[in-house]
């Protein structure tokens, strides 16, 4: 079984690397539709319409361009690197909404920021060459 360590991972908005990434998280999703009838024990299921959507939290660093660049409503391409971006390794790619950005601090910790996203489209899976 192959593993990947999350520390390797890579985020970019077009080509350019997200800086700080501390987290993501990626959620692809179908609706399901069910059909039973009365009298019967079983029911069916039906793929519907498919999407997906998740988050990206980051230290937050308003002097990074592609961190301050971004604002709620923008359509962003978005590239999610589970294990680095070297040739042959796998990742997620699509554009996205940026749908919330909220801003979280405490008083013994680093200043975050998470940038929630919803797809705009399929969600693409490849190769980095």
Same mark, same amino acid.
């Given at each position: %079984?192959?593993?990947?360590?999350? =520390? $390797?991972? !890579? &985020? +970019?908005?077009? @080509?350019?690397?997200?800086?700080?990434?501390?987290?993501?998280?990626?959620?692809?999703?179908? #609706? !399901?539709?069910?059909?039973? /009838? %009365?009298?019967?024990?079983? +029911? $069916?299921? *039906? &793929?519907?319409? =498919?999407?997906?959507?998740?988050?990206?939290?980051?230290?937050? #660093?308003?002097? #990074?361009?592609?961190?301050?660049?971004?604002?709620? *409503?923008?359509?962003?391409?978005?590239?999610?690197?589970?294990?680095? $971006?070297? @040739? *042959?390794?796998?990742?997620?790619?699509?554009?996205?909404? !940026?749908?919330?950005?909220?801003? /979280?601090?405490? =008083? $013994?910790?680093? &200043?975050?920021?998470?940038?929630?996203? @919803?797809? =705009?489209?399929?969600?693409?899976?490849?190769?980095?060459?």
């Amino acid at each position: %079984m192959a593993i990947i360590h999350g =520390k $390797d991972g !890579v &985020v +970019k908005i077009g @080509t350019a690397d997200f800086a700080h990434v501390q987290s993501w998280n990626l959620d692809v999703t179908a #609706d !399901v539709a069910e059909a039973y /009838s %009365m009298g019967e024990e079983w +029911k $069916d299921a *039906g &793929v519907g319409v =498919k999407g997906w959507s998740g988050s990206l939290e980051c230290y937050y #660093d308003p002097a #990074d361009t592609t961190q301050s660049g971004l604002d709620v *409503g923008d359509v962003v391409a978005l590239n999610l690197y589970p294990g680095g $971006d070297a @040739t *042959g390794a796998r990742y997620f790619s699509g554009n996205a909404v !940026v749908s919330g950005v909220p801003l /979280s601090g405490a =008083k $013994d910790g680093w &200043v975050s920021v998470t940038f929630n996203f @919803t797809g =705009k489209g399929a969600l693409a899976s490849a190769t980095a060459l």
